[in-house]
């Protein structure tokens, strides 16, 4: 071992003591070779450097300041550094644990060996790249994707702090698992190849053509099911075409119903054939408008910009699947979400099906507009289903939000593992920590004062809390 960097002062104690330094020297974290059990037991202490404070007794006296200032000296060589130091681990014979005892005052201080920062943070030389150890540029962060994915994780940050970035290195070095990755920008098609994924795109996102279904995506009443129901028998050859769209339907819609009035005015409620519309029997002014149900049918069925057909897009669970959703608006983006993860669901609780898939990772941007905390989505119950059962059925969520605060709690309380980009609010912070099985108040001002490319890497994957300057 080389040269003592310093020596441990006064009141040391388990959670944190304080050295003493004679030289400024490099290095976040120390180690101290210590002996306990009435000097039976040898064992390394590690810890990791909080603060620094530079101390010159020479300086304490002002008198002093004077006389240095007109003979222009300055007395750096008796400067002295306060050291805190926060203990990681004790590693001893029989491994490496919390520290029970704290070191004795005098005890010289090293600055640790890479191998032993190595070992202490439980860092492997395999698994996912994701970066380097923000103090100790040298040593590269792997994680296993096994633990990784062991329950699901979140991605959290500012904007523009590093989480779609972090997210499309993690996705391309994902090995043993397929990816759905739900995007509102179009920012991850350029990972495709590398992630040998297949990107749909607003073309691609045609959901089945089914009255049911239609109904419970535009929340019809019953009476508007009821009639769209007979709208869609009477048209089928309108439904023989590939795709169209939300407005094509009810433009067909419209059209019909115009036919119709025009061919018996006075018809009966609910049929289409003789139907009945309000006011047209008394002939009066209200002849060439549309009864109100019929109208907010109309403005129901037109308002989402979606796509259907008899041949509905078909999320290949063999393959990874990026779902470019940049060209849809918000409402429309949660009923392709909706459908897609029901539809993985379904198949993944099927045992047959599942054992012929891969695991998968479906990684959600923006989950705050998908599963919010407060009010209720399309899909967002679906996101709560995915991330109750997830685990045992091999699927695995990632969840990227700028705002952690408005996503939903059950959803980001079951993440086991959390990558906190910079974070300025402290409220913020306390609310992450306060939510997620993973409790770290004294982390608060860390996660403050990371730069664009930093997180700090918590929980399962983790045996340490690791700040990760993010390089893939
Ligand atoms: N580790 C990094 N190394 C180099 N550049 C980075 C790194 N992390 C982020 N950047 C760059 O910083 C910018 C913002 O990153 P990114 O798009 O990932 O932010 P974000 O957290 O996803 O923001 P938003 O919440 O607005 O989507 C990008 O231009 C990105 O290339
Ligand atoms: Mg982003």
Known sequence: MTKAIGKVVDKAGIREFS????QYFQGDFVELEVVYSGGKKAATIVGEIIHKEATNPYFEKPSAINYLSE?????????????KVKPIAVIDGEGIRKLDFPPSPGTNVYSAEESTISHVLGLENQGIPIGHLKQQGSLRIHLSEDLLCRTHFSILGRTGSGKSYFARGLAKCIKDRGLIIFSPTEEYNEIAKDINAQVFSKQDLLLPLNTSYIASIY???LQEEILFGQFMEKEMSFTQ???????EIAHKFRAMIQAKRKEKPQTALFDIETFDIEGSSRGDATKDKFPKFIGSLLSKIGSKSLFFSKQPMKVPFSRSTIIDMSELDLESQQVIMMYVLSNLLESYRDEKKRRTFPKVIVMIEEVHNFAPSVHATICKNKIIQVAREGRK?????????????HFDQTVLSQCGTLFLFHIPHPDDVEHIFGISPIYRRDLVDTVRELMVGECLVLGDTARYPLLCSVNF
């Open 393 to 405: 059925l091999g699927i695995t969520l990632s969840l990227i939000s700028q705002r952690p605060r």
């Open 219 to 221: 929340g019809l009443t």
């Open 241 to 247: 075409k590939a795709s169209f769209s939300n407005q």
């Open 71 to 83: 003979k222009d000296e300055s007395i750096t060589s008796w400067n002295l550094y306060i050291v």
């Open 19 to 22: 050295f003493v330094a004679t």
